[in-house]
């Protein structure tokens, strides 16, 4: 299936390069910056049965942005970025169904169990979506923090997995070498992620067409779901129409 998304870079909706991403914004490569607010999307994606989307803030300055588009579409909404202990509740009580956290949760590269059950305590698993976006290096997934530029000594694994799925209802995976690059996705991750994972997985990064979106239901056996962002249309891209994609969401929910 496919999932939406809303990325706020200084308060507005952009598609951006992953791996260029960087404190200061030295470097960073934009595909598109809308002049839409972010209620507009989240409006759209209401009114086309588009549940489970994520909605990502990228550095500070997106706060009244991210409010903007869950209010527009309570319930419907995924909010990541910045979340921690503090906060999490407040975006929830915000209109987000789920909040996602990755940097909050790894401290000096390790992963920090105490807080992943601390966060669990205060809102329940069932509201809690951990981010695992990853980088390759010698052969492995690596998980990748505060804006993607940091990695953690944690890879992606079926052991690593298997022990996560019990503290969150679901996992977003962005393969950031290829994220913004519309160069075709990382099928050999979307792969493992359908073998290793016993719950749901959001996969992003390098969609280009609606066949990607088609290879990633075949190769996640109908478990991965696929977020499209530069190629989209309603994001200035020309590889894939976004009535393409809410006509293939329809079809798989009725069976087809």
Known sequence: MFRPCIDLHDGKV?????????????????????????????????????????????????????????????????????????????WLNAGASHVIVTSWVFRDGQLDLDRVRALVAAIGKEQLVLDLSCRVREGEYWVVTDRWQKFTEFTVSEVALAQLAGYCAEFLVHAVDVEGLCQGVDLALVEKLARWSPIPVTYAGGARSLADLEAVSRAGLGRVDLTIGSALDIFGGSGVRYADVVAFNQKQAAGG
Not at 33 to 41: C, G, K, L, M, Y
Not at 48 to 75: C, K, M, W, Y
């Open 14 to 90: 952009k598609q951006i390069v992953g791996g260029s991403l960087q404190d200061g914004g030295a470097g960073l490569r934009t595909n598109f910056v809308s002049e839409r607010p972010a209620s507009w999307f989240a409006e759209l994606y209401q009114r086309d049965g588009l549940t489970g989307g994520h909605v990502i803030q990228l550095g500070s300055g997106n706060e009244s942005a991210a409010r903007e588009a869950l209010a527009a579409f309570p319930g419907g909404l995924h909010l990541g970025g910045g979340v921690n202990l503090d906060n999490a509740r407040g």
